[in-house]
């Protein structure tokens, strides 16, 4: 089987933004803070 396959430009063009939805941003795992940091440092050595 040939790996050529090439899009169909007019299906593409068809789509278009209109059809997706506007998505929110929402930071699934935010990052710990440097105070949460420091603390798993110092339990993690005693």
């Not at 090439?6 to 933004?17: L, N, Q, S, T, V």
């Not at 105070?35 to 050595?45: F, L, M």
Request: glycine share 4%.
């Amino acid at each position: 089987m040939a790996m050529s396959y090439k899009p169909d430009m007019a299906e593409i063009e068809k789509f278009g933004k209109s059809m997706l939805k506007k998505a929110e941003m929402q930071e699934k795992n935010p990052l710990p803070s440097k105070e949460i940091i420091e603390e798993e440092k110092q339990a993690g050595e005693s």
